[in-house]
């Protein structure tokens, strides 16, 4: 293994993340900030980074009342000659979050920043620092890279429960000291109301912690902002994201279950019908919430490429923003499809482009699993074994695109499902074969409800290697079945490792892909 250590960064991180945890600790959980100055601007949410680059970064926090955002960074944790970043105006027009770009920064190097917010009409009035820590990208292969990556957070009405101490999986992840953490879409089910308890079939009673807003689907733009917050009552969450950098992408649930633009909903919860409505507020509090760099710019989207280093890029997709409706999605063409034309036309342009060993793609939804939406269907496969129809039309273009090219080194990561597996497309097993053999990996969920495996579509050839999932549906996170993956590039030898993993670490699948193959 020559991925880099940095034997010291736990150690060094216990100070600082257990003094950013007391700091940060919201007042809905009834405690106030240990240091807090009266009257100052307070980061009671913690922070977090994301979008890292090998020589950029995004920090974010959110504030108490209008304050000024202040970045200090640093080599060391001591802080000594800092360099300063001056942020955003926190205010009520982005409920009081913000985020700053930092630039210009050394690859390959742990960088320990504090947040502190200022009074925006006395800046010498600042709140308690609040500090987190990342690791820019190696611009040097021999320094490996690792990430983890899941998805599904509070669904099915399963939220933050004290008896079992809250979100559990993110010390999990926390421990394996990853470079960042691929959140593959799910980060709230904005129409997943939380209860105070919950009854489970084994006549014990599971609790949440409850908010006002999480009481009802999220309809205004408040209560999305409401369901982010949520989360971030989550201690281990908190310290995760002072720890480990992001890479986030979105699917259905941060609007509501199965959306496509132009729905009208006939759910009986809603006032607001109009999904557009809906999917705009929900899209404007994601961008509040999580630090993300294609969403700063005019017009901004979720779907990017984050370049880390000679050894990997990750494509970020958007299998929502762009899709067709939802039908039985059996048309012999579809132009449009789950991605849109634009989207597809982006990912074909970068993955021809990129240079890295390693070009994983990742995908919000399955792409060889039946995801039904009743009687449509919801992903990419509708069931037909045979030639591509509806949206695996645009899934066999780039993968014919990917063949041709010779594009080496491409895996499917994804999540959505709620179990976790292993899959293998081999052309000599499907209906279409111009394409080269891929794996994809699935994992999630990371505290929502576990369900049964879903059936595989043969159009492209898959083969379930490894599979783990419960035989009835919704498991809660008390019955098990919560699942993240690791993938570990090796800095000598370019060997990928995908690790599939339960919520306390367990391994439970191992692969190993060799570099410089076609497809892989």
């Known amino acids: 293994m020559s991925h880099r250590p940095f034997p010291g960064r736990r150690s060094v991180l216990r100070g600082s993340l257990a003094a950013s945890a007391a700091l940060s600790l919201p007042t809905a959980l009834g405690a106030a900030p240990a240091f807090a100055r009266s009257g100052r601007p307070q980061a009671e949410w913690g922070v977090q980074a994301g979008d890292v680059t090998c020589d950029s970064g995004l920090v974010w926090v959110r504030s108490d009342r209008p304050a000024r955002m202040i970045v200090e960074t640093s080599a060391t944790e001591s802080f000594r000659n ?10 009520p027009g982005t409920d009081f979050t913000g985020t700053t770009p930092l630039r210009g920064l050394p690859p390959g190097e742990q960088i320990h920043y504090r947040v502190l917010l200022a009074d925006p009409d006395d800046p010498r009035r600042t709140g308690e620092p609040v500090t987190g820590t990342f690791r ?8 490996g890279v690792r990430f983890v990556w899941s998805g599904d957070l509070a669904g099915q009405g399963w939220g933050i429960n004290p008896d079992l101490g809250g979100y559990r999986i993110y010390r999990a992840m926390a421990d394996l000291d ?18 105070s308890t919950v009854a489970l079939p084994d006549g014990r009673t599971w609790r949440n912690v409850t908010t006002e807003e999480k009481a009802k689907v999220a309809e205004t733009l408040a209560e999305f902002r409401g369901n982010f917050r949520y989360n971030l009552l989550d201690e281990n969450l908190r310290a995760f994201n002072a720890q480990v950098p992001s890479i986030i992408q979105w699917d259905d649930h941060e609007v509501t279950n199965n959306w496509y633009p132009g729905e009208i909903l006939g759910d009986t919860r809603y006032t607001e019908k109009n999904v557009d409505v809906l999917a705009a507020r929900a899209r404007q509090a994601f961008s509040e919430y999580f630090p993300i760099s294609t969403l700063r710019r005019p017009g901004g989207r979720v779907y990017r490429v984050q370049h880390h280093g000679p050894l990997l890029d990750v494509f970020v997709l958007d299998m929502r923003t ?18 849109g034309r634009e989207q597809l036309e982006w990912l074909k342009r970068g993955l021809s482009r990129s240079r890295a060993v390693w070009k994983v793609i990742a995908s919000d939804m399955p792409l060889g699993l039946v995801v039904p939406d009743g009687t449509n269907i919801e992903a990419v496969a509708q069931g037909d074994p045979g030639q591509p129809l509806g949206r695996e039309l645009q899934i066999a273009e780039l993968l014919r695109f990917i063949k041709h090219r010779r594009i080496t080194g491409t895996v499917w990561l994804t999540a959505d499902v709620h179990h976790t597996s292993a899959q293998h497309y ?6 279409f074969t111009d394409f080269e ?12 409800g576990a ?6 579509d043969g159009t492209f050839g898959p083969e379930r290697v490894f599979v783990k999932a419960p035989t009835t549906a919704n498991v809660s996170p008390a019955g098990g079945y919560q699942f993240f993956g690791e993938v570990d590039i090796d800095g000598g030898s370019g060997e990928l490792t995908v690790r599939l993993r339960e919520q306390d670490g367990t391994v439970l699948f191992t692969q ?4 410089g193959r076609v497809g892989q």
């Open 437 to 448: 053999p891929f794996w994809e990996f699935v994992s999630g969920p990371l505290n929502a």
């Open 512 to 515: 190993v892909l060799q570099p």
């Open 82 to 91: 800092p360099r300063r970043w001056h942020g955003p105006l926190l205010g």
């Open 451 to 456: 369900f049964p495996a879903n059936t595989l």
């Open 136 to 143: 820019t990208a190696s611009a040097k292969r021999r320094d």
């Open 426 to 431: 081999q052309p000599s097993r499907a209906a």
């Open 322 to 339: 762009y899709r067709n409706a939802n039908s039985p999605d059996d048309q012999p063409t579809d132009p449009q499809g789950i991605l």
């Open 178 to 195: 990853p470079d960042f953490f691929l959140c593959s879409g799910d980060n709230i089910y904005a129409d997943g109301p939380i209860t």
